[in-house]
Antibody, heavy 123, light 103 residues
Framework: QVQLQESGPGLVKPSQTLSLTCTVS??????????WSWIRQHPGKGLEWIGY???????YYNPSLKSRVTISVDTSKNQFSLKLSSVTAADTAVYYC???????????????WGQGTLVTVSS | DIQLTQSPSFLSASVGDRVTITCRAS??????LAWYQQKPGKAPKLLIY???TLQSGVPSRFSGSGSGTEFTLTISSLQPEDFATYYC?????FGGGTKVEIK
């Protein structure tokens, strides 16, 4: 059973960089076959893709966040990470890591999710 | 960019009711649509992908149908644990959600 767990600070000051890590257990990121993804949800709102990474390091970023987002992978630790720079209160949200499929019928279908972590941007 | 519009955004129903949620795409997306269930304070859970394929472990009272631009998620007999918010998704786009509450 694949499990994902987010970790990182729950409070970030405005203009600083939000940094989160997702640790994957029960499966290897380097085995391929999936995109490793970050999704966020503003309080009381819907879901928003931030981006994803393949084990090789290739990435996709949401164009609305692209200038501020970096997603990286550490296959030796079976982890992938999110950095979001120059944060404002508008970046306050629950951040989820998730596994997304590669196959045609399941492309970007999110079958395993972390529990989510609330990140608040405030001074 | 593809837009996904869910309707209704809110519905009130009773245990045992048949419930249908619609997701409309702004352009044809073949059968590339997934449905998720989210309960308060929890991560979304995959219910259906490829419009009608039930994810392993999901009860058979959930079903999905549709192709092209119009899709439906049906719960044949609503159970107490089904009161939640439901989202459709096509690749990088999510619908706005449908909250199912107890009447």
């Amino acid at each position: 059973q694949v499990q994902l767990q987010e970790s990182g600070p729950g409070l970030v000051k405005p203009s600083q960089t939000l940094s989160l890590t997702c640790t994957v257990s029960g499966g290897s990121i380097s085995s391929g076959g999936y995109y490793w993804s970050w999704i966020r949800q503003h309080p009381g709102k819907g879901l928003e893709w931030i981006g994803y990474i393949y084990y090789s390091g290739s990435t996709y970023y949401n164009p609305s966040l692209k200038s501020r987002v970096t997603i990286s992978v550490d296959t030796s630790k079976n982890q992938f990470s999110l950095k979001l720079s120059s944060v404002t209160a508008a970046d306050t949200a629950v951040y989820y890591c998730a596994r997304a499929g590669l196959g045609t019928a399941a492309l970007l279908v999110l079958d395993y999710w972390g529990q989510g972590t609330l990140v608040t941007v405030s001074s | 960019d593809i837009q996904l519009t869910q309707s209704p955004s809110f519905l009130s129903a009773s245990v045992g009711d048949r419930v249908t949620i619609t997701c409309r795409a702004s352009q044809g997306i073949s059968s590339y649509l997934a449905w998720y269930q989210q309960k308060p304070g929890k991560a979304p859970k995959l219910l259906i992908y490829a419009a009608s394929t039930l994810q392993s472990g999901v009860p058979s009272r959930f079903s999905g149908s549709g192709s092209g631009t119009e899709f439906t998620l049906t719960i044949s007999s609503l159970q107490p644990e089904d009161f939640a918010t439901y989202y459709c998704q096509q690749r990088l786009t999510f619908g706005g959600g449908t909250k199912v509450e107890i009447k």
